[in-house]
């Protein structure tokens, strides 16, 4: 068909393959040699299909550079298009293309722009140029300019002024484009704030919550904005109550999804740009009473560090219907220990039916610090919750809290560690105990003379788990492994887990590789393996172990010897 003699049949086979797309890179140089056709039909649409190809058509190149010259405005558009897919690193690519947009004719202009932006920040030689196009081009033209630059990303940081005075063009997609870009360059967008206030008026409410959202990302650089966020947030606010009496009059009313949105946005952009948007906090404080708002309204004060608004936050916290309770819960986190008030509160969100809020509730918790012990029993009954993250924000709850108050709290966690029999709140505690290190190390070895072996177990098994961190507790096990037979093979596994930092129990543990009891031999042998430390006397009882009666005990010599360094084979 590429060879039919009519030029509709050419020029349809050419289309065909093009929507084929990369596999059809067999008939690339067919596609080539289209590009000479006597109709600028089938030339035009081979140079549409080798761009739609991509890059297994790259052999197309020269013939596609030498097209972009040609007199036909339509070829040389397709050219430029099919360029910007073919080889994204070509430098005589970006050179063609920077060259195009300049061309005279709008269309080839357009097609090189969009190249331009395809290939992204090899290709941002064209920067001035783009920068000079969004300035005097309309329309579709100027938004194709200012996406291309957003494609290089912290590279177009020249263009900030120019997209600072796009941020408000009449044409909502130019704005809302241009604050796009600034968003992908990042914080040396910090000169358009100016212009990203003013646009928090803009009539298009997707532009206004473009230019909020971009605010926000600036953090701190933005707090020029504060009185206009202050103001978009109140004005915003006002004009939903009048909207909700309308409506209660009329039928009809513009869907409320993005002002309620637009609101969100200016909360937790004045979150986001932190203490330095302190003069928000009577607005925010308001904005507690709006359902949709509520919940960005309470993190942004959390992050202001807003003392005043701790007893809002709590009238929050306790309404057990009211939504935004999460974001109330969080704020009073950040606040900390100055939020101690809360604490009571806190606690009986641990048991709420809602998992995100008993998840924020602990981790408020801990982030009190001493201020929270008494929720420390309420904590560990959080430890058996069905959500693994409220598990997860218990522990460290207790960890930071334990830490912080470790007399009135510690022996609290520990008996749960040493004496429950829900083995997933002991699991839970042992890492909270893990968290904890010296100071529970210290409790755990005093635990392991305990009179019960059950505590003793215990101990030593959460020792072993804490690994090196236990290393203080190395002398109290070496004793236990001189007590009963039973308490060998539980000090034997935490010695192991303390690693090299054990290396005193050698001598003790190579001993027991003779026990009568299997057991012990295997207990001991497995730990000298993690202890890892190459001396001859436990080498030796390794090799010995080799031949050992039980086949368990056997395989964990074998294995204890490739850990210290040596290869059962060679021992043979």
Known sequence: ALEDAECKVRRAADYALGNIGAAAVYAVPTLIAALEDVERDVQRAAAFSLGRIG???????PALLATARRQDPTLRANAAAALGLVDPTSADIVATLVRLLHDEDSDVRCAATRSVGEIGKEAKAATPVLIANVKDADGDFCRYAIEALGEFGPDAKDAVPVL???????????????????????????????????????????????A?????????????????????????AEEDCEREEDDAEMDQAEPEEWEAGFRCLVAEALGKIG?????????????????????????????IGAREAIPDLITVLCDDGRPGRDGAIWALGRIGTEAKEAVPGLIHALRDDDEKIRMRAAEA???????????????????????????????????????????????????????????????????????????????LSDALADVRFEVRFHSARTLGQMGPTAQAAVPALVRMLSGDTADIGPSAYALGGIGP???????????????ENWRVRAACTEALGRIGIEAENVVQRLIQTLNDEDHRVRELAGEALKKIGVSPAATV
């Open 55 to 61: 890059n297994a058509a790259d052999d197309a190149v």
């Open 164 to 210: 600072a005075e796009a941020v408000n063009d009449e044409y909502d997609e130019i704005a809302r484009s241009a604050i796009e870009t600034l968003s992908k360059i990042g914080l040396d967008a910090k000169g358009a704030v100016p212009a990203l206030a003013e646009a928090l008026d803009h009539e298009e409410p997707i532009v206004r919550s473009a």
């Open 212 to 236: 909020a959202g971009l605010l926000g990302s600036l953090g701190a650089d933005a707090k020029d904005a504060v009185p206009s966020l202050i103001k978009a947030l109140t004005i915003a």
């Open 275 to 303: 203490p330095d948007a302190r003069e928000a906090v009577p607005a925010l404080l308001r904005a507690l009473d709006d359902d949709c708002v509520r919940c960005w309204a309470s993190i942004a004060l959390g992050e």
């Open 365 to 443: 918790l801990g982030r009190m610090g001493a201020e929270a012990e008494h929720a420390v029993p309420a904590l560990i009954g959080a430890l058996a919750d069905a959500f693994m993250d409220v598990c997860d924000n218990s522990v460290e709850a207790l960890a930071k809290i334990v830490t912080a108050a470790p007399q009135e709290t510690l022996p609290l966690l520990l008996n749960v560690v040493l004496s429950d029999t829900n083995r997933i709140v002991q699991h839970f505690a042992v890492q909270a105990l893990c968290s904890i290190g010296s100071l529970a190390v210290e409790a």
């Open 501 to 515: 930092a054990a290396r005193e129990a050698l001598p003790i543990l190579a001993g027991f590789l003779g026990h």
